[in-house]
């Protein structure tokens, strides 16, 4: 049974669902250090975290406008005088929040991806029944080493050897 509520810790819920583990971080415990799967696994956990604070942010933000627009539902408009600036910014900042946390959850999908195909046959099967969430590439995107001839393991082995280790914030949007 996952331990995650999906309406308050979306991206700890998908891991759980996935690998049947309750911590996201226990992906890359016991692992070797520079073992892909060590790696991926950490990458897995940032992920699920940065989806989990930004949905929370989100839910904040929604809570925060949802209180503000409560004197319309009453009918109160006398009240809502000089309120409009606070409304205008509140829609985009939400809009944002909502486009930041989709970006964060399609980078989780794609690090948890990863993480099933690096792991052996024995272990690739999805801890849950239900359908597992798969993210396909598209052939425009320039991620070319990532789904030809297997190379996305030869690359985890080049980055391995070199100590070099790329990540991109979901949060922040930098590498």
Known sequence: ???HDPAKRPGA????????????????????????LDLVGRMVAEA???VDELHGELTRAAQSAIELLEPFGRGDHASM?????????????IELLVARRGAAY???????STYH???????????????RQSVDLAPEQ??????A????????EAVEADGLRFHQSAVYGYT
């Open 48 to 50: 699920a975290r940065d």
């Open 117 to 131: 195909r690096l792991l052996p046959e024995s272990d690739a099967t999805p801890a849950s029944k239900g359908p």
């Open 13 to 36: 819920h998908l891991v759980a669902e996935e690998f049947g583990v309750e911590d996201p971080w226990a992906l890359s415990d016991n692992r070797p250090l520079r073992d892909p």
């Open 1 to 3: 049974m996952n331990p």
């Open 142 to 147: 320039d991620n070319n080493w990532a789904i």
């Open 149 to 156: 001839d297997g190379r996305q393991f030869a690359a985890l």
């Open 81 to 93: 005088g000089g309120w409009y600036g606070i409304l205008r910014t509140t829609g985009p900042q």
């Open 106 to 112: 399609e980078q989780l999908t794609r690090a948890v």
